[in-house]
């Protein structure tokens, strides 16, 4: 019996945890599983020791408040995992949490094989922890094509295993199995945190009101409250929990930089990005006085991958509702660009592949004890 311990720290980690979990409780259907994460995970039948609503904490001044509360996570993960001694430790996404378990795993249980599935953006920023994770992991599965020679480039080994977001969504549409019609509908993705919808969401709304004609229709986090969202809507705005089918429906999208720019791309809704940060003059200052400050050009995964500005976005300084406003209406009405970017959307299907993430993870996780 395989002993696996999971963590994952926010809502996308959570699911496509999940989904590792159900591929490797079929190759190994009496392995165990325990870990932190969320709902999805517990309903893949991971007994949870925290629960990601206590863990997904985001900015400077979000770590610094809440502490007390990453504190006692640490605290729960090293107790558990020291009364579990799993066989397999798998880390995914949530680097600064996860990176401290691995160093302290490989200090305390040696003979715990270490794997990071969905490992941080080391090729984005921080790249120094590129040697911390191989020298930390025993395994190290990437999500992104271009991930292996990243790190070939360093002399580390990193492995290609598909997308977990582009397979989640192919198995949406294929359940789908028809083509929805767009609606005059806007859709309004605020992110999965409460410090970051709190941050965005108003001026998301104010620029898509600015279309009056358009249903506004903003899609719920995981784990976040309905009361949570409900100062912030108007009488005629509906909260929903459906986001792939929303983005099905919807003629356009504002969407919180992250993976939902990836899911919404895939989607085919055409979208702008918004991203908030603090001290957002200072920072937008930088971002294009001094370009090599950034290890990157673009700030969303869409942009990212296709290696040029595929969806517009408006981060720091750039996030106003005019400027959001004016992106939604070439949306809206230009169908040439429309066309455009529809067509970048299958360039970006075609480089992430077919390949099956969660099933090609757990046969190389499953074959390293």
Not at 120 to 132: D, E, F, L
Request: positive net charge; hydrophobic residues 40%.
């Amino acid at each position: 019996m395989t002993k696996y311990y999971l963590i994952a720290g926010e809502a996308s980690g959570d699911k496509h945890a999940a989904a590792l979990i159900a591929q490797i409780a079929q190759r190994e259907p009496q392995a165990v599983f325990a870990g932190m994460g969320g709902d999805n995970m517990e309903a893949a039948g991971c007994h949870l020791y925290q629960h990601i609503r206590h863990m997904a904490f985001m900015g400077f001044a979000a770590v610094i408040s809440h502490w007390r509360d990453i504190r006692t996570n640490f605290r729960i993960a090293q107790q558990t995992l020291l009364e579990e001694k799993p066989d397999v430790l798998v880390l995914i996404d949530y680097p600064s949490f996860n990176l401290r378990m691995a160093a302290f795993c490989r200090k305390h249980l040696p003979h715990t094989k270490i794997v990071y599935y969905i490992p941080p953006k080391v090729w984005a920023w921080k790249r120094r922890r590129i040697h911390s994770i191989a020298r930390l992991c025993d395994e190290v599965l990437g999500i992104f094509p271009f991930e292996p020679e990243f790190y070939a480039r360093y002399g580390y080994r990193c492995t290609f295993v598909g997308n977990p977001t582009a397979e989640t969504v192919q198995h949406f549409a294929t359940a789908k199995n028809s083509q929805t019609a767009r609606q005059k509908m806007i859709a309004i993705l605020p992110g999965s945190r409460p410090s970051e919808i709190s941050h965005c969401l108003p001026r998301m709304l104010d620029a898509a009101r600015q279309f009056p004609e358009y249903k506004r229709i903003v899609c719920a986090a995981p784990g976040i409250e309905d009361s949570f969202y409900a100062p912030y809507l108007q009488p005629n705005e509906t909260l929903t929990r459906d986001t792939y089918s929303t983005l099905l429906q919807a003629s356009a999208a504002v969407v919180n930089s992250g993976t939902a720019t990836l899911e919404t791309a895939l989607l085919r809704c055409p979208q702008v990005a918004v991203y908030h940060l603090a001290c957002s003059r200072l920072i937008g200052l930088i971002r294009w006085a001094q370009p090599m400050v950034f290890s990157i050009r673009h700030f969303t995964l869409v942009n990212i991958i296709s290696e040029r500005e595929v969806i517009k976005e408006c981060v720091a300084n750039d996030f106003t509702t005019s400027n959001v406003a004016a992106e939604l209406n070439r949306l809206l009405h230009n169908e040439a660009y429309q066309k455009e970017m529809l067509a970048s959307y299958e360039h970006l299907s075609s480089l992430l592949g077919s390949q099956p993430a969660s099933a090609t993870a757990a046969d190389i996780i499953t074959s390293i004890q």
